[in-house]
């Protein structure tokens, strides 16, 4: 057992994926399809007074143009929670009335034989607007700002311990200031696209989307479809970070339209689209105070978050998420508002929360380094939680102190400047900088089925996605142990709503959430196996105890006398069986609530009843996590080069080190874990979604005017494990991973460069312009 | 798409980007369409547009001839992926700033989204469906393979021509080149160091 977990073995669908084989959802060739071009808002708000369609519809190729006017009536969908179904715009849905809430906003969809004939009509629709004053800019709308009642699936948004104002007081030592971040956007590659295609009453949606059974649910809710008559696709998926987590129109716009029309339609939005109508993270202002003894211990730590939302939804950027608990404090006070602008609504973003939040507490924390004239990473270590302070838990495993020593390492902290401005190489100015680096570990409940056939090899069904992350890859690796198969005898299938339901491609939770039903379910099914073998007399192992009984190389066996055994495939072959399945669920949610049982007679109530007897899942189910509190945690650590000139900035070298339990695979571990770091340097030092200050709408809608981390900004990047697993997690010991890398990298890039130039930014990105002024 | 920017060009000049690129790029073609060229040198508004004439283009693709019929504004990547199946090469912006589309003419990286199909009548165009040899991968898809050069594997199809075409090229000397001269091709998941890798082993094999 655990022969291939954790080695860096290529990616199983690397093959497809370099030879241009791997299907994306408008890739999948439908017969007949037509395509469709949506119409987008001119206006910021008001109301639309007519759309003309007379002109476009008359155009050659065109099947239809769908509008408020002629579409069918939809269901309010109810859920909040991504995985189960989570719409991201609840108060406006895909052409249902005649409002404009924010510019760029769906309207209509032309639909042509053709991309070139729907894209020319779509240019052709003519719209009339009732224009309304929109509410436009952050800062000065900030005094209308309103206190959330929750955030994403209930979390708190005002936290407090102790007394932070009173203890604020006694500080010897404070810092006190207000960092912005602006809007990013996650700028996936594979922009959302849908193809729907309707048989009868029978829907099936090929869509770009990190949950297909929300996206499946929530089809059928607000569809008025049963369940069992929608299905979802989602095999390749290129890229998401939060955009394709919540669903936006675009699979609505496509069923509805392929319904209208009565033809499979594909609509693929354009990369301008896709910043005004597929989510993007919010713009934030943080005030955090900081009070310390002279030693530096902290006293009091506030953090008030101003965000912005739509008018349409409330999502809240928990940017102090993490603040309760990165540090020991006795006194914390963490608030979150929002404020309402007429912008598309925003959505979790790589680490939503911390992601920005972790920029402005650990700049801040920089801060009150210098004036307690300490070095940055000692602070860190006077001030390191033992414990879980805000839920009064220990952590689960944590490494961090290693993990900062490693690092300072690696990056030869002992060079950083001790004071700010001072150090050159060459004629670059040198600055070192560092952050803690910091995610939740989440899991919830997921299934799988096992399938072992009688060629020899087995297959995985698990209804969750690979949106990049490696997961048919490390699920493959996971299942191979577990059955005691080579690689290359396991298929793991993934991203079809048929496939027993799996976690949503978000919060950092796949592996925890579906590796070890995957396991459980190929347990179960080798499992099934052994107790054909002990019965049958013709098999070696008859009559043999159970517990005597292991696999490995394909055969099952006495762990004393290998040699007394056989292979998998001959138990089957004996009974002529042509396969054995088992199905298994695991209900372990790191979430406040359990999820409820499965409804009575369904297939998923089936897969409850039959893990009852997987011993697998059984002991995963059965152990107590209520003492833990389950997080990762990383140091990262930055060298920067800052031309004194032109103020331009070339980060020279960045290492981090993560602490998020077992590595499953080595290569792609730590792929994503670059893959965080880059988003983080995109966000300190480029990335700026900006809006027209007058009329609201979008001015950098496409790759050059919002920029993105390419080759020539990236220097080699150094990322190290502590690969300690977390046996409290899950029997796998792995915590999640795709959202750490890109936390505190932001503050330790704009700690670095105070450190070069002796110029504190607070606001990001830190472009050229702030530091020569 | 929101087409409103475009719509009042069409209204200011009489004709779109997209229009006289389409004019441009037939002209330069040298196809027979005189009876569509003198209909769009007329310069009509949009709203009184002929309909787009079907023009029969010869396409050579990874060695073989496809000889389509198409609508004059057809790109080469979109008479790839709607027309002809070859769904490697992929959309990312279709305005030439990502790279996904990148794909081989006549052994030059070009973004396909940028051309017209009709362009590219007596080209040779390798897609990354044309790299490998049968089983056999090219050793740049073995190189993005082993190193990891991707996650998602969007932007992949475009990376892997993109590097063929720049070791064919030979500017590239150091990583610093390789960066400065790959950077057409943005990977939104960051494999950025797992790339270099892989045409570094290549360049050197």
């Given amino acids: 057992m655990n022969e291939l977990t954790g080695k860096p073995i290529d990616r199983v669908d690397g093959r497809l994926k370099v030879t241009g084989g791997a299907t994306y959802a408008a890739e999948f060739p439908v017969k007949n399809v037509a395509y469709g071009v949506t119409v987008t808002s001119t206006i910021t708000k008001g109301r639309i007074k007519n759309i003309d369609t007379g002109a476009a519809g008359k155009m050659p190729g065109v099947l239809g143009i769908m509008t408020s006017e002629n579409c069918m009536q939809l269901h309010f969908p109810a859920g909040s929670d991504p995985g189960a179904g989570k719409y991201a715009e609840k108060d406006l849905l895909p052409l249902q009335n005649d409002r404009v809430f924010y510019g760029g906003q769906h309207i209509a969809v032309v639909v042509a034989e053709t991309f070139e004939q729907a894209e020319h009509a779509a240019a052709m629709v003519k719209v009339e607007y009732a224009e309304q004053t929109p509410v436009v800019g952050f800062e000065k709308n900030a005094l209308t700002a309103y206190k959330p009642a929750s955030g994403l699936g209930g979390a708190e948004t005002q936290v407090k311990r102790g007394d932070a104002d009173a203890a604020m007081q006694t500080a010897a030592v404070k810092t006190d200031a207000t960092y912005t971040t602006p809007v990013f956007s996650h700028n996936a590659m594979e922009p959302h696209a849908s193809l729907a295609v309707w048989e009868g009453d029978q829907l099936t949606v090929y869509d770009a989307t990190q949950s297909v059974m929300g996206v499946k649910a929530l089809l059928s809710a607000m569809l008025g479809v049963p369940a069992e008559k929608v299905r979802v696709i989602a095999h390749y998926i290129g890229g998401g970070f939060g955009s394709k987590g919540f669903t936006w129109a675009n699979p609505f716009l496509a069923a509805m339209a392929a319904r209208q029309f009565n033809r499979p339609v594909k609509i693929a939005l354009a990369r301008q689209q896709v910043y005004s109508t597929a989510g993007r993270r919010t713009q934030t202002s943080q005030k955090i105070a900081l009070g310390a003894d002279r030693s530096g211990k902290l006293l009091a730590v506030k953090h008030a978050t101003i965000s912005e939302t739509s008018f349409v939804d409330e999502f809240v950027e928990t940017a102090g998420v993490a603040t309760p608990m990165l540090y020991s404090s006795p006194n914390v006070d963490v608030s979150h508002e929002l404020v309402r602008l007429n912008r598309g609504t925003p959505c979790p973003m790589r680490a939503p929360g911390e992601s920005v939040g972790t920029y402005s507490l650990e700049v801040a924390m920089d801060e009150l380094a210098e004036k307690l004239n300490i070095d940055p990473l000692q602070l860190r270590l006077i001030n390191h939680a033992d414990t879980e302070e805000q839920k009064k838990k220990q952590f689960s495993e944590k490494s961090l102190k290693e993990c900062y020593e490693r690092g300072a390492k690696a990056i030869g902290w002992s060079n950083c400047p001790a004071k700010p401005g001072l150090t050159k190489e060459g004629r670059y100015l040198v600055g070192y900088g560092m952050a803690t680096a910091t995610y939740p570990a989440n899991r919830s409940a997921s299934s799988a089925k096992a399938t072992l056939f009688a060629d020899g090899h087995a297959e995985i069904l698990c209804g969750t996605q690979d949106i990049g992350t490696g997961t048919y890859t490390i699920a493959t690796q996971i299942a191979a142990d577990a059955f005691g198969l080579p690689v290359d005898k396991v298929t793991v299938k993934l991203g079809d709503s048929m496939y027993p339901k799996g976690a949503q491609s978000g919060g950092s939770q796949v592996t925890a959430s579906v590796g070890p039903p995957i396991r459980a379910a190929a347990l179960g099914a080798v499992d099934k196996l052994i107790t054909i073998a002990i019965a049958d007399p013709g098999s070696p192992l008859h009559n043999q105890k159970r517990e005597d009984i292991i696999t490995g190389n394909g055969r099952i066996f006495l762990k004393d006398d290998a040699n007394k055994g056989e292979p998998l495939v001959a138990v089957l072959s004996r009974k002529g069986l042509d396969k054995i399945e088992a199905d298994a669920k695991t209900n372990v949610s790191t979430r406040p609530s359990l999820p409820a049982p499965a409804p009575a007679g369904s297939p998923e109530a089936k897969t409850e009843e039959e893990s009852k007897t997987n011993m697998a899942v059984q002991e995963d189910e059965n152990t107590d996590r209520s003492a833990y509190a389950f997080h990762s945690f990383g140091a990262q650590f930055v060298k920067v080069l800052v031309d004194p000139d032109l103020g331009t900035i070339k980060v020279d070298k960045i290492v981090g080190v993560m602490d998020i339990g077992k590595v499953m695979n080595l290569k792609t571990a730590v792929n994503q874990i670059k893959g965080g770091m880059i988003f983080g340097l995109g966000m300190a030092l480029m990335e700026n979604l900006q809006y027209d200050p007058n009329n609201g709408r979008i001015v950098t809608r496409d790759l050059v005017q919002y920029l993105v981390p390419v080759h020539a900004d990236i220097p080699e990047i150094e990322v190290q494990f502590i690969d300690r697993p977390d046996l409290y997690i899950s029997p796998l010991g792995a915590r999640g991973i795709g959202e750490i890398g890109v936390t505190g990298m932001a503050a330790a890039i704009a700690n670095a460069v105070y450190n070069a130039t002796g110029k504190r930014i607070r606001d990001l990105p830190i472009t050229p312009d702030k530091l020569i002024v | ?205």
């Fill in chain 2, 1 to 205: 798409m929101d087409n409103s920017q475009e719509d009042q060009e069409a209204q200011k000049t009489g004709t779109t980007r997209r229009q006289f690129l389409g004019q441009v790029g037939l002209a330069s073609a040298g196809l027979q369409l005189v009876p569509l060229l003198s209909k769009a040198g007329s310069m009509l508004p949009d709203n009184e547009a002929a309909p787009a004439e079907p023009v029969t283009v010869s396409l050579m693709v990874n060695g073989s001839r496809k000889t389509l019929t198409l609508d004059t504004r057809v790109t080469l990547l979109d008479a790839l992926r709607e027309k002809l199946q070859m769904t490697g090469s992929k959309k990312g912006c279709d305005h030439g700033q990502c790279g996904a589309c990148t794909v081989l003419a006549d052994g030059r990286r070009i973004n396909s989204c940028l051309h017209l199909a009709v362009m590219c009548e007596g080209t040779e165009v390798t897609t990354i469906e044309g790299l490998a040899k049968g089983e056999e991968l090219h050793p740049m898809q073995a190189a993005f393979l082993k190193h990891d050069g991707f996650q998602c594997g969007y932007c992949t199809p475009g990376q892997i021509c993109s590097a063929v075409g720049l070791v064919r090229e030979g500017h590239a000397h150091t990583d610093e080149e390789i960066r400065e001269q790959m950077s057409g091709n943005i990977c939104r998941c960051g494999a950025y160091n797992n790339i270099l890798d892989a045409i570094k082993e290549v360049q050197t094999a």
